[in-house]
């Protein structure tokens, strides 16, 4: 069954404090592995796509990686404004942009 | 370049109505896909629509119904509403270009009571 599982559920970091979330997928024929970030309330916020083992993309604070079954999010130095709720997603089929996506990894920076 | 809206931003409905929540497109985006989340779940895909008709769909029963107008705007319409129907309801646009990202509307918060 194709599933994308994230963890940990919920993370706490002190300001400054760099850590990764993990995101592990079992979709078949991967085509494709999206970040995105969701405020409360609010819809989530295109961060990154990785299409291939070994490809990373960085945007400020942020460093996306990705292997053959799992991609990690990196955050060097957070800051308070860097919590939110971190999701990831793989495309559920070729004919378009319909995502799995996890239940996404809380995270608190703490000033 | 306008963003994805949707309206209405917050909604109260009674067990067993019907409700019909609306969404319009990022400029220049042909696809609109339909995700309900609910509270500390991640989105989970209800349906797309591509030049006005149905384009996949996930495993939602056919009480979830959908609309695509020729300016691409969308609606999501769910019959005989039950409390788990209560959720956070997003729309997101796209291009029809496979692989490709997915740009989300603040959503609408349903409250089933």
């Known amino acids: 069954e194709d599933q994308v599982t994230q963890s940990p559920e919920a993370l706490r970091l002190q300001e400054g404090e760099s850590s990764s979330l993990n995101c592990s997928y079992t979709?078949?024929?991967?085509?494709?592995l999206f970040w995105y970030r969701q405020d409360p309330g609010k819809g989530p916020e295109f961060l990154f796509t990785?299409?291939?083992a070994g490809e990373e993309k960085e945007k400020e604070r942020l460093k996306a990686t990705l292997t053959k079954k799992e991609s990690f999010l990196h955050i060097t130095a957070p800051k308070p404004e860097d919590s939110a709720t971190y999701l990831c997603?793989?495309?559920?089929?070729?004919?378009?942009?319909?995502?799995?996506f996890g239940t996404g990894t809380s995270l608190t920076v703490i000033p | 370049e306008t963003g994805v809206t949707q309206s209405p931003t917050h909604l109260i409905k009674t067990r067993g109505q019907q409700v019909t929540l609306r969404c319009s497109s990022q400029?220049?985006?042909?696809?609109v896909s339909w995700y309900q989340q609910a509270l500390g779940q991640g989105p989970q895909f209800i349906f797309q629509?591509?030049?006005?008709?149905?384009?996949g769909r996930g495993n939602f029963p056919p009480r979830f119904s959908g609309l695509q107008f020729p300016n691409y705007s969308s609606e999501l319409n769910v019959n005989a509403l039950e409390l788990d129907d209560s959720a956070l309801y997003l729309c997101?646009?796209?291009?029809?270009?496979?692989?490709?990202?997915?740009?989300f509307g603040q959503g609408t918060r349903l409250t089933v009571v």
């Open positions: 997101a646009s796209s291009l029809q270009v496979p692989n490709t990202e997915a740009f």
């Open positions: 979709v078949s024929g991967l085509r494709g």
């Open positions: 990785l299409y291939s």
């Open positions: 997603a793989a495309p559920r089929s070729n004919t378009g942009n319909q995502f799995y």
């Open positions: 400029s220049g985006h042909n696809t």
């Open positions: 629509y591509y030049r006005e008709e149905e384009n």
